[in-house]
T-cell receptor, first 112, second 113 residues
């Protein structure tokens, strides 16, 4: 059972470079989320997709864009990476609002 | 402001001992509260879920409590094992249309032999 799969697991970028983090879930969940986790802080919501075809901003959306490609896939794009975006990024999915969230293994991103 | 505060920030115990982790929240409206376990380098995994009407719930050696009046929850770990070493995160789900999750900063538990 794959659950939520994120790629890549590790990435180093230079300031100004762009990249896309990929996320796919095989649980037929409607909602998908992107979070970032920084030391000493709780996970913070970047963007979410309540259902296929919709996306909305979370708490910290600046510098990011997302695409809900289909029901399974939700990607996060950094157009011009900045050192402040150094973080661990987690994708999550839920069947519906208020049900259990399932998380991917995370992507550790370093921007130098 | 919706917040989830956990204590202690970190805890070291010996294998076989018990421990209790605390969570206070100010999230409103409230839908449910979950405790997640996050192993180093992995994503969080749900341990228990508590809804408004539930006071206590067990999952093996893990027992969660909820006092909805005081907005406090605890996670009690019995007979700790080395594999219990992880970060434990309290997560409150609100009653918004997308079920907003508010995360605590986590308690880092280290179990020594």
């Amino acid at each position: 059972n794959a659950g939520v799969t994120q790629t890549p697991k590790f990435q180093v970028l230079k300031t100004g470079q762009s990249m896309t983090l990929q996320c796919a879930q095989d649980m037929n969940h409607n909602s998908m989320y992107w979070y970032r986790q920084d030391p000493g802080m709780g996970l913070r919501l970047i963007y979410y997709s309540a259902s296929e075809g919709t996306t909305d901003k979370g708490e910290v959306p600046n510098g990011y864009n997302v695409s809900r490609l289909n029901k399974r896939e939700f990607s996060l794009r950094l157009e011009s990476a900045a050192p402040s975006q150094t973080s661990v990024y987690f994708c999550a999915s839920r069947r519906t609002a208020n049900t259990e969230a399932f998380f991917g293994q995370g992507t550790r991103l370093t921007v130098v | 402001k919706n917040q989830v505060e956990q204590s202690p920030q970190s805890l070291i115990i010996l294998e076989g001992k018990n421990c209790t982790l605390q969570c206070n929240y100010t999230v409103s409206p409230f839908s449910n509260l979950r405790w997640y376990k996050q192993d180093t380098g992995r994503g969080p995994v749900s341990l228990t879920i508590m809804t408004f009407s539930e006071n206590t719930k067990s999952n093996g050696r893990y027992t969660a409590t909820l006092d909805a009046d005081t907005k406090q929850s605890s996670l009690h770990i019995t007979a700790s094992q080395l594999s219990d070493s992880a970060s434990y995160i309290c997560v409150v789900s609100g009653g918004t249309s997308y079920g907003k999750l508010t995360f605590g900063q986590g308690t880092i538990l280290t179990v020594h032999p």
